[in-house]
């Protein structure tokens, strides 16, 4: 009968396409595949991550990314779960000292000869490259760079307080905001209130004061200089920043208030790259706003490294494990570097690509170019607000200090440096 | 035909094995499978808050190292008298609103039904949106405040959210708007359920309303008041989204609640030893309500046997 003809056959190719696979496998010839989870799930980073997968299926590997969107922490909280139930996924975010600290609770793969193959070391910030091999192998691979500390300026703003200078120094800092409070500005500042924000104003004035101290202080914990009168300074420079600002923020996003920023209510604003995308996904243009490098006493930009990354975690299946070098040879390329930022309005990781080119913004230059010169003398620090200085327990503990202080007005700049201390020795 | 007499016994006590299956089912499983669930991870946390677990929990035995770490803490700390303060002003307030709505309610009024869906619908709504909603209507830039000043009252002033000792009043109110209705629909049955002929004969002695609700009804009630109070007390020990979604802990460290605390050392801290520890804390200031209000049930309940 013609039907069971049909179906024999139709059987029996079935039976060989389910073969083909396994048959492949058998020949040593696997198709990539990565098994991956980060939060980016919307907006620029989901859109960036999204071009990264069809990059990586383009090269004929198999992409199976589960954004876990929210919060870091929320991200975490399923890595976490994978990892105690044994099944890590083959690649997934995390960042600064953190890659340290989960390293220890689950095996990771050695990267070394992929990087050492690429010549990745030499182009990258030598503390952001410290980060990422923290027992010496690279076990993970930093994917995007913003600096914390940019100063942003509203246009308008600076008409009214008739200034043309963008301020070098927190002294020049300082006194535009008194002339844009002279020039009918109401508040020089615009930041928001949430903990990273607060953060970024404390580690932007310590960074900016001294980035030696900040060094010695923040990443190191060196317990005289957290207790030197840098810290004391910078303290004195957040309340002024604090004073400066709308006392309607409370907790208030950075965002929340761009609108006004840009009208003019408002006049700078201290905050990552990222605010860059924020406002040009509001509908802002470049003339309403400049960027520049946030204020540094020694008049050389002093750069608060966040770096976004990936870690490795070893897996068993050839497919994965072919994967990862994959995913690892596309991390590093200065191609896909330039499409992720372009996308996202950070910065690449690598020192070397040039970005003269069209898809830049002049933010995004001028960013880059800060973070060439800082590497060169060396103020180039790694940010506490964005977790990258310490660990999240040591991280939140110094928040605390700052975020209360920077609402509670009668708290005097020595307070806040034994504080700080006293939180410091209470986390070690 | 004796095989057949002597299984039907036992093919009905089957049948109705069969019969009741589903009502065993419904009833044992889940309570078995809950209270397993409820009991274990109970044990397990309390394992867990005497070892040092920091990113996954690990075993060891640090004694009372993550406790001792927890109580030093300025966050526990100001969790903890938040909680005092938070915890009895709610508690009184809502418990005062619920009652005086219920009063009002119970004159045999027209549109009772109305006004008592209104007064319980914020019930209906999660505690996220109520913190979203109060945060937006008590930012003194955008809400009650700036409303006032549009209409022209430019000096009036209303800014507890954004301010570190009022900010926890914030909470209260937006608690309060909440849960009050809840009150109102206990102390209602309650004053419903008051012996109608006493007020009656009360009424025929010449006594006037007021003194019948104070010597008469509210006696009456006190049984019901002690089921709001505990009710309340044990939700604003729990309390988390609603101080979430409205202050998020702030301004600084302000308005911490023990909830926040316990979150934010297991999940944002990564130490998860002393997360369980603040966990086991709360689990003792709970009982600390809880225990008494079953004593004193037991007390009644004996009581109540006897007479």
Not at chain 1, 272 to 283: E, K, M, T
Not at chain 2, 275 to 303: C, D, E, F, K, S
Request: glycine share 8%; proline share 5%; hydrophobic share 50%.
């Amino acid at each position: 009968m013609p039907i069971t003809t049909t179906r024999r056959r139709l059987l029996a190719g079935s039976v060989a396409t389910l073969a083909l696979p396994a048959f492949a496998r058998a020949q040593g010839a696997v198709k990539p595949r990565l098994t991956a989870i980060s939060q980016w799930s919307a907006g620029s980073d989901g859109a960036a991550i999204t071009a990264l997968g069809k990059k990586f299926e383009e090269k004929g590997g198999v992409w199976q990314h589960s954004p876990v969107p929210g919060f870091t922490t929320e991200m975490m909280n399923k890595l976490r779960a994978q990892i105690m139930a044994g099944d890590p996924p083959a690649c997934s975010q995390l960042k600064g000292p953190e890659i340290a600290a989960w390293s220890k609770i689950a095996p990771t793969v050695d990267l070394d000869g992929v990087v050492a193959a690429a010549g990745y070391e030499k182009v990258v910030a030598p503390d952001l490259a410290r980060l990422h091999k923290p027992a010496g192998k690279w076990i993970a691979l930093p994917l995007q760079i913003y600096s914390t500390n940019m100063l942003f300026l509203s246009k308008r703003a600076m008409d009214k307080a008739k200034a043309d200078k963008i301020p070098v120094t927190w002294a020049d800092f300082n006194d535009l905001a008194e002339k844009m409070k002279a020039g009918g500005v109401p508040y020089p500042i615009a930041n928001g209130g949430t903990r990273p924000d607060d953060g970024q104003k404390f580690e932007a004035a310590l960074a900016g004061i001294s980035p030696t101290a900040y060094r010695a202080a923040i990443m190191n914990l060196d317990t005289k200089a957290l207790e030197g009168p840098e810290i004391k300074a910078a303290f004195a420079q957040v309340r002024k920043i604090s004073d400066w600002m709308d006392p309607n923020v409370g907790a208030q996003h950075f965002s929340t208030n761009l609108k006004r920023f840009v009208d003019g209510d408002m006049g700078m604003m201290i905050m990552g790259g990222w605010a860059q995308g924020v406002l040009r996904n509001a509908g802002f243009k470049f003339e309403d706003f400049m960027i520049a490098p946030g204020p540094s006493d020694n008049s050389k930009p002093v750069f608060l490294l966040n770096a976004d990354a990936f870690i490795f975690w070893q897996r068993k299946e050839p497919d994965l494990q072919a994967g990862q070098m994959l995913m690892a040879q596309l991390v590093m390329d200065p191609a896909i570097q330039t499409m992720y930022s372009q996308i996202t309005g950070s910065i690449p990781v690598r020192t070397d690509v040039d970005l003269s080119g069209e898809g830049w913004s002049e933010g995004q230059r001028r960013t880059a170019a800060a973070l060439k010169d800082a590497i060169a003398s060396n103020q180039a620090v790694l940010s506490l607000a964005h977790n990258m200085a310490q660990e999240n327990g040591m991280t939140a503990a110094m928040i605390d200090v700052i975020t209360e202080y920077v609402k509670n007005k009668t708290i005097k700049p020595e307070q806040a440096v034994t504080r700080l201390a006293e939180a410091v020795e209470g986390a070690r | 035909m004796t095989d057949a007499v002597l299984t039907r016994p036992g093919r009905s006590a089957a049948t109705e094995l069969v019969r009741r299956l589903p009502e065993y089912l419904l009833i044992w499983v889940p309570l078995l499978l809950s209270a397993a669930h409820l009991v274990s991870f109970a044990l397990w946390t309390i394992w867990i808050s005497f070892t040092p677990s920091t990113l996954v929990p690990v075993a060891g035995w640090v004694g009372l190292r993550n406790y001792t770490a927890v109580t030093a803490s300025r966050n526990w700390q100001i969790a903890f008298d938040n909680l005092l303060l938070f915890g009895s002003a709610f508690v009184l307030l809502s418990a005062a609103t619920g009652l005086i709505l219920a009063i009002l309610l119970d004159q045999r009024i027209r549109g009772e039904n109305l006004l008592r869906s209104i007064f319980l619908y914020p019930l209906a709504v999660s505690f996220v949106v109520t913190g979203t909603v109060w945060s937006w209507l008590l930012n003194p830039g955008l809400g009650i405040q700036k409303l006032v000043h549009d209409l022209g009252w430019t000096s009036f002033k209303f800014d507890w959210l954004i301010d570190r000792d009022m900010a926890i009043w914030t909470i209260v109110i937006a608690a309060i708007w909440q849960s009050s209705g809840f009150a109102m629909a206990l102390f209602l049955a309650g004053l419903r359920s008051v012996d109608a002929d006493i007020i009656k004969a009360a009424q025929i002695d010449g006594a006037g309303p007021v003194r019948i609700y104070r010597r008469i009804i509210l006696p009456s009630l006190w049984p019901i008041t002690v089921t709001v109070v505990v009710i309340q007390l044990q939700f604003a020990i729990s309390t988390f989204d609603l101080v979430r979604a409205l202050t998020n802990g702030g301004p600084g460290i302000a308005t911490q609640l023990p909830a926040l605390v316990v979150y934010d050392l297991m999940f944002q801290r990564s130490l998860l030893g002393r997360g369980a520890a603040a966990a086991v804390l709360m689990l003792l200031i709970l009982l600390t309500v809880l225990l008494p209000y079953a004593a004193w049930r037991y007390v009644q309940r004996r009581r109540a046997a006897h007479a």
